[in-house]
């Protein structure tokens, strides 16, 4: 089919233990656990972090920006390789 057209392709990703961090917002402190990874229509990678409460509860569901840190680069990189794996043996 010729006329689909597909705006962008989205993943969740948990973030291991280790690579995990902290940010506030409206003055309550999140730990970062999931990324959403979207491919954009030109080929780039989108990023936004979400996460828990840390005084527990279940919080609004907020994005955060995701640190430009190495290990987070690469997570973001191989989970898109790894969705990309999958997608291309879909059923």
């Given at each position: ?24 917002r ?14 954009l ?26 640190p ?24």
């Open positions: 089919m010729d006329d689909v057209e597909v705006s962008a392709l989205a993943i969740n990703v948990t973030i291991p233990e280790p690579l995990r961090w902290r940010d506030t409206r003055d309550e402190e999140f730990e970062l656990q999931t990324l959403n990874v979207r491919l229509p030109d080929g780039s990678l989108a990023a936004k972090a979400y996460g828990r409460p840390v005084a527990g509860g279940r919080g609004g569901y907020v994005s955060f920006a995701v430009e840190r190495p290990e987070l680069v690469a997570l973001v990189s191989a989970a898109a390789d790894e969705a990309g794996r999958r997608w291309s043996n879909h059923t």
